[in-house]
């Protein structure tokens, strides 16, 4: 970027293309020229990019200067690219063709907001700045020319982008951890809203009490859906004593949620382990339902449960120490993605009445129904699938198509 930056830039005696074309252009091909002009031209800008084609094209929409997307023409970036991904880069324009001049800083969603609102406002301050310039002159006499606001703006538009370059690579510096180990783990949470917990309620057999006797107590129960003869899932099936209002989740949330068949969600897990009953739950709430719900159910049959907890963090750190995971069962690649799928399309289909904080706090469906909701749904959107692009890079899995969750909230025309 900073060849590409000097080359742009202005001196006393004129542009450093320029001054260089004139003395040395002999000596270049004309696509050279070319592409020494383009460079002359054009700026660094914050762009997003879709409809990629690896290997050769994808689109890019200009998110300062808006406007329509245009097709770009690149090999290796295009290989890695994920669809809404946004990247601050130089394009220019040889010979009708569009291309990448220098390298590209990628930007997460959140860091490309700050950086557009923070470019804002130095294009207002310019702004700012030339208008006091313009009045200061008029007042001495040195100028007397109309020009109206939009020239202005376009004047401290153009100023801005010509340190646009420095401005986006220190602002990308600033944002990007040096090392994974810097980057944080996002907050989880369950169906009910709360942050997710690992806890384990442990409960020992009182003397006489057998796995009979505990299979038959918990298969007559419409809260607790058999898997094998010992295993059970604790599930919501709409009769809990103290249902809870969804919560929504914060920015950097995500949902971590199980569900039957039906659509019924799974609040925990029971299993019977020799003499003892285990009760594995996702969070503290949970933890204190499901103990008062054994209580009542197995009564006598048990001791008082021992109880482990294990936050988010200690149980990737005990997966790391613990070494590679227990091989999965031999699915086709066929299968593994029905499966998926299908889990997939469960989980959206319930988050479209969810509220998300994104959405300030609204669900997908309210949101749909106001312009600025319908703006807010689509930037949501590009975020869900530019994650799911970035989590299936470099596998097999096929990528999820989100475009029936476009279609049913109405935006589908703003995915461009």
């Not at 557009?116 to 009045?135: C, D, G, H, Q, Y």
Request: net charge negative.
């Amino acid at each position: 970027m900073a060849l590409n930056d000097f080359l742009g830039r202005e001196t006393e005696d004129g542009n450093v293309v320029d001054l260089y074309l004139k003395r040395r252009g002999w000596k270049e091909t004309k696509i050279a020229r070319a592409y020494l002009e383009g460079i002359r031209d054009s700026a660094v800008s914050l762009y997003e990019v879709s409809d990629i084609v690896p290997g050769k094209s994808f689109l890019a929409r200009d998110l300062i200067l808006d406007g329509e997307p245009f097709r770009v023409l690149e090999r290796s970036a295009t290989k890695t690219m994920a669809p809404w991904e946004q990247f601050a880069m130089r394009i220019v324009n040889v010979r009708g063709q569009n291309i990448i001049a220098g390298g590209l800083l990628p930007l997460e969603p959140e860091r490309a907001d700050d950086l557009l609102s923070e470019f804002n406002e130095m294009v207002a301050e310019a702004e700012s700045r030339f208008e006091e310039i313009i009045a200061e002159a008029r007042a001495e006499g040195d100028f007397d020319e109309e020009i109206p606001p939009e020239g202005i703006q376009d004047i401290a538009l153009g100023l801005a982008l010509k340190s646009a370059s420095s401005f986006f690579a220190t602002t990308w510096m600033a944002v990007t951890p040096l090392h994974p180990d810097e980057q944080t783990l996002p907050q989880l949470f369950n169906f009910d809203g709360d942050e997710v917990e690992f806890i384990q309620l442990v409960y020992r057999f009182e003397k006489g009490t057998t796995q009979a006797q505990m299979r038959k107590i918990l298969d007559g129960e419409a809260d607790m859906e058999a898997a094998s003869d010992k295993i059970w899932n604790w599930v919501d099936r709409g009769g809990r004593a103290k249902p809870k209002p969804q919560k929504a989740l914060p920015e950097s949330g995500q949902m971590y949620n199980s569900q039957l068949d039906d659509g019924s969600p799974v609040l925990g897990m029971i299993a019977l382990k020799g003499r003892t009953l285990e009760a594995d739950i996702n969070s503290e709430p949970r933890a204190k339902e499901i103990k008062a719900r054994l209580a009542d159910l197995l009564g006598d049959h048990v001791k008082p449960p021992l109880i482990a907890r294990q936050t988010l963090e200690q149980a990737m750190a005990a997966h790391r120490e613990n070494g590679a995971a227990p091989e999965p069962p031999h699915l086709s690649e066929e299968e593994q993605a029905a499966i998926r799928a299908e889990v997939m399309e469960q989980h959206y289909q319930g988050i479209l009445d969810r509220p998300i904080g994104l959405l300030d706090d609204k669900t997908p469906r309210e949101s749909a129904r106001t312009a600025k909701g319908r703006q807010k749904i689509t930037a949501w959107l590009k975020i869900l699938e530019l994650n799911e692009a970035k989590a299936r890079a470099g596998t097999n899995a096929p990528v999820y198509d989100f475009s029936w969750m476009w279609q049913e909230l109405g935006v589908i025309e703003l995915r461009q």
